[in-house]
């Protein structure tokens, strides 16, 4: 892919010497201090969630056919609850009983499969025969948009619905736990007490046929001002989480400056938001999210024409994978966080170099790797302390460095230092400094200009010591497949330069996630091996996760999470449900998908550090049994099916009864496992052509069940076997089990009378 930077900017450098080397640069002095900032953020935390979004309608709902492996990008950005903004012909409903769901199912299902698996769904507006000719929707065609909206949540999440005589229901089996009630309702022609009439009216008819369900509401697109009273004042329907929408311009020649300029007021926006919803206690605590945000809202609205300047031809504004998109979205993400905003959304995921972070085939823009590191080295959940700084030197914005107005800015530089739970530290800076003009006090007028350079003089003194560093700069000289991350020596002084617009991340740490082919275990037998499909695995190393542990979180009451406590697991680049994460023990479940390989490459990450990579074998059935001792040996994990009481010593199964054995790495299923997802009827099993055998004591069993376990995740497995009439009692008779031809550990039993 061609770069969409210009490869004959200098690149950015890290030096750890002095100031020789940096002559040309100006420099600017932070101190960072070892205590928390309490006066910003949530009580003195980051808590600032990366994400992106997507457009659903007729123009592009055909993204993913175009781009197959775009879904490989979008899981890798980490994002955090995709939105999906359906509009126009997106709306299934066409008329009254008649649904079409080909864009929705076509665009939407491959975002379910990627990612956590739990996109926001926004519906965005109301079919058009709900609606007057400016796209309004008709205050007598609420009740219908809450029927409608109730069925959508029906179609995705318990079972479908039928309509005049059809039953529809999503080709997917992941459900949609969070759902915004319409997209802008202030520029889209829904006055303050409409949009509180139809929150009240939509919300409870959704909640009702879903109880489980989460609602994102208002998500303005203008000032929170004149709209958002209204809302607190006459809302009673739940809300879960208030959103806004911030663009800097909708103008592509407006100058860089007074883009930059935009920012403070997004961070007063949001403290705006959370002191009006205090003023109601039920919303007291409820969160801000930013669920569109980019450098330019202008788009062609047909025939080239502007849809913010009509009757002026639209023009790209290429700032949004530009240098300036890096200084710019870092200040944004600076400040929005500082401002306590919890989720930040890209607007949108695959589309040109103005909004996208992937071009129309899949491939990243420089905007992509932008966010790929916020999201990576400052993950939220679970969030970081904000240390205190201390800024001083260079430069203000003021007119002898070309700025007409700064907005708030106090310097043309920001930097936030962040400290993760591990310990680790990271300094984000910006560099937002304008180029300069000549005679000095001359404003600058560039538009997607290159900037100045600036120098960071840090002093982290006060820190203590790290035994690593890792530095990654996204400016001018960025490669078109991402930066190449530096390796620094750590140092209580350390400088950074960057050559013009950008910004640079510094990792300080003393430990990286480690772990061996060695330490991956299966994790009912304990035993190290070939990895099989759906296996729950245990990984032993070092610096794996959280040193007080950490148990499994649920996306939606039916997924088990692919992030846990800021870690992930990956098989071949795809995250894999975490059960259980810790400094030294991390247990997870291997993605189906590897069930096409011969072998799969392993690796941890853990806030932004990851571990070098692990090759291990698959294989078709890897089988494993749980055990009492939680060691793979003894006493199995088996219940009496009589009363499904717990099988022990003192309470046998008798001769002829039948048990219920749990194991994992029975491999794939029919029909087909889905990664973390709680096992519901209709249940995978085991395929009919491959065999399962039990034996007790040394006689076979009839066995009439294998495959999931009912409500546990996928991946654990349940025989039925039946015990045998000529089996000899006693507390610990043997027990063997075999899937495929593989069998599991020996040195399990059950008790028989």
């Given at each position: 892919m061609r770069s969409p930077v210009s490869k004959s900017r200098p690149c950015a450098i890290a030096l750890l010497a002095a100031a020789a080397a940096v002559a040309q640069s100006t420099t600017v002095n932070v101190q960072v201090g070892n205590q928390t900032d309490t006066s910003v953020g949530i009580e003195g935390r980051l808590q600032l969630a990366m994400s992106t979004s997507f457009q659903l309608a007729s123009w592009d709902y055909l993204f993913f056919k175009g781009a197959p492996d775009a879904t490989t990008e979008l899981t890798a950005l980490y994002p955090w609850r995709s939105r999906v903004q359906v509009v126009s012909d997106g709306i299934p409903l066409t008329a009254p009983g008649a649904w079409?769901?080909?864009?929705?199912?076509?665009?939407?299902?491959?975002?379910?499969?990627?990612?956590?698996?739990?996109?926001?769904?926004?519906?965005?507006?109301?079919?058009?025969?709900?609606?007057?000719?400016?796209?309004?929707?008709?205050?007598?065609?609420?009740?219908?948009?809450?029927?409608?909206?109730?069925?959508?949540?029906?179609?995705?999440?318990?079972?479908?619905?039928?309509?005049?005589?059809?039953?529809?229901?999503?080709?997917?089996?992941?459900?949609?736990?969070?759902?915004?009630?319409?997209?802008?309702?202030?520029?889209?022609?829904?006055?303050?007490?409409?949009?509180?009439?139809?929150?009240?009216?939509?919300?409870?008819?959704?909640?009702?046929?879903?109880?489980?369900?989460?609602?994102?509401?208002?998500?303005?697109?203008?000032?929170?001002?004149?709209?958002?009273?209204?809302?607190?004042?006459?809302?009673?329907?739940?809300?879960?989480?208030?959103?806004?929408?911030?663009?800097?311009?909708?103008?592509?020649?407006?100058?860089?400056?007074?883009?930059?300029?935009?920012?403070?007021?997004?961070?007063?926006?949001?403290?705006?938001?959370?002191?009006?919803?205090?003023?109601?206690?039920?919303?007291?605590?409820?969160?801000?999210?930013?669920?569109?945000?980019?450098?330019?809202?202008?788009?062609?609205?047909?025939?080239?024409?502007?849809?913010?300047?009509?009757?002026?031809?639209?023009?790209?504004?290429?700032?949004?994978?530009?240098?300036?998109?890096?200084?710019?979205?870092?200040?944004?993400?600076?400040?929005?966080?500082?401002?306590?905003?919890?989720?930040?959304?890209?607007?949108?995921?695959?589309?040109?170099?103005?909004?996208?972070?992937?071009?129309?085939?899949?491939?990243?823009?420089?905007?992509?790797?932008?966010?790929?590191?916020?999201?990576?080295?400052?993950?939220?959940?679970?969030?970081?302390?904000?240390?205190?700084?201390?800024?001083?030197?260079?430069?203000?914005?003021?007119?002898?460095?070309?700025?007409?107005?700064?907005?708030?800015?106090?310097?043309?530089?920001?930097?936030?230092?962040?400290?993760?739970?591990?310990?680790?530290?990271?300094?984000?800076?910006?560099?937002?400094?304008?180029?300069?003009?000549?005679?000095?006090?001359?404003?600058?007028?560039?538009?997607?200009?290159?900037?100045?350079?600036?120098?960071?003089?840090?002093?982290?003194?006060?820190?203590?010591?790290?035994?690593?560093?890792?530095?990654?700069?996204?400016?001018?000289?960025?490669?078109?497949?991402?930066?190449?991350?530096?390796?620094?020596?750590?140092?209580?002084?350390?400088?950074?330069?960057?050559?013009?617009?950008?910004?640079?991340?510094?990792?300080?740490?003393?430990?990286?996630?480690?772990?061996?082919?060695?330490?991956?275990?299966?994790?009912?037998?304990?035993?190290?091996?070939a990895v099989a499909p759906g296996e729950l695995v245990a990984l032993y190393g070092t610096a794996l996760g959280p040193a007080g542990g950490a148990q499994l979180q649920l996306t939606n009451p039916l997924l088990v999470a692919n992030a846990l406590a800021g870690g992930h697991v990956l098989f071949d680049g795809v995250p894999a449900p975490i059960v259980y994460a810790s400094s030294g023990q991390v247990n997870a479940v291997v993605p189906y998908a590897v069930a096409s390989h011969s072998t799969t490459t392993l690796q941890v990450e853990y806030l932004g550090a990851v571990s070098a990579p692990v090759s291990l074998p698959v294989a078709a059935a890897a089988p494993g049994l749980f055990t009492a001792n939680a060691g793979g040996s003894g006493q199995g994990a088996i219940l009496n099916a009589r009363d499904n009481s717990v099988n022990s010593a003192a309470n046998p199964a008798a001769r002829g009864d039948w048990v219920s054995i749990y194991g994992t790495g029975a491999g794939a299923t029919t029909p087909a496992g889905v990664d973390g997802l709680l096992a519901t009827a209709p249940y995978p099993q085991v395929p009919a052509n491959v065999p399962v055998a039990v034996t007790m004591g040394g006689l076979p069993c009839a066995v009439n069940y294998a495959g999931a376990a009912p409500y546990l995740i996928s991946g654990v497995t349940q025989i039925n076997a039946q015990v045998p009439a000529g089996v000899t009692p006693g507390p610990s008779v043997p027990l063997v089990v075999t899937i495929g031809g593989v069998s599991a550990q020996t040195g399990v039993t059950l008790a028989v009378k």
């Open positions: 079409n769901f080909t864009e929705l199912d076509t665009m939407l299902a491959p975002i379910q499969g990627s990612g956590d698996h739990s996109p926001e769904f926004q519906i965005g507006t109301a079919p058009a025969y709900m609606s007057d000719s400016s796209g309004h929707i008709l205050p007598g065609s609420i009740a219908d948009f809450a029927q409608m909206s109730a069925n959508l949540v029906r179609y995705y999440n318990t079972g479908g619905f039928t309509d005049a005589g059809r039953h529809y229901q999503s080709p997917t089996p992941y459900p949609v736990t969070w759902w915004g009630i319409f997209n802008e309702p202030d520029f889209n022609n829904v006055p303050a007490a409409e949009y509180v009439t139809l929150y009240n009216t939509v919300v409870p008819q959704m909640a009702q046929a879903d109880p489980s369900i989460k609602f994102v509401a208002v998500e303005l697109g203008g000032s929170v001002q004149s709209y958002l009273p209204i809302f607190v004042a006459g809302v009673t329907a739940p809300v879960d989480v208030v959103a806004k929408h911030f663009y800097s311009t909708c103008n592509q020649k407006d100058v860089d400056q007074a883009l930059f300029a935009t920012v403070p007021s997004f961070a007063s926006q949001v403290r705006s938001t959370y002191a009006e919803l205090g003023v109601n206690p039920v919303l007291a605590t409820v969160p801000v999210w930013i669920t569109e945000n980019n450098v330019n809202a202008d788009y062609d609205k047909g025939n080239g024409i502007s849809a913010c300047n009509s009757p002026l031809k639209f023009v790209l504004d290429m700032r949004g994978s530009s240098p300036f998109f890096a200084a710019w979205r870092t200040l944004v993400f600076e400040q929005l966080g500082e401002a306590g905003a919890q989720a930040l959304y890209h607007w949108g995921f695959g589309t040109d170099q103005q909004y996208g972070e992937v071009d129309s085939s899949g491939k990243p823009f420089f905007s992509y790797w932008v966010d790929h590191y916020l999201s990576h080295w400052l993950p939220s959940p679970p969030g970081q302390d904000i240390l205190q700084t201390t800024v001083t030197g260079c430069c203000p914005p003021d007119t002898q460095h070309g700025w007409q107005g700064s907005g708030g800015l106090a310097f043309d530089t920001q930097t936030m230092a962040l400290r993760n739970v591990d310990g680790s530290v990271v300094i984000l800076m910006s560099n937002y400094a304008l180029e300069a003009v000549q005679p000095a006090g001359k404003i600058n007028l560039d538009n997607n200009g290159p900037g100045a350079a600036r120098t960071f003089a840090l002093d982290l003194s006060a820190l203590g010591a790290f035994t690593s560093a890792t530095l990654v700069t996204l400016d001018a000289s960025t490669p078109a497949g991402g930066p190449v991350p530096q390796t620094p020596a750590p140092a209580a002084q350390m400088q950074v330069t960057l050559p013009g617009y950008g910004a640079a991340l510094l990792r300080l740490s003393n430990a990286q996630p480690n772990l061996s082919a060695a330490g991956v275990a299966n994790a009912a037998s304990s035993l190290p091996g």
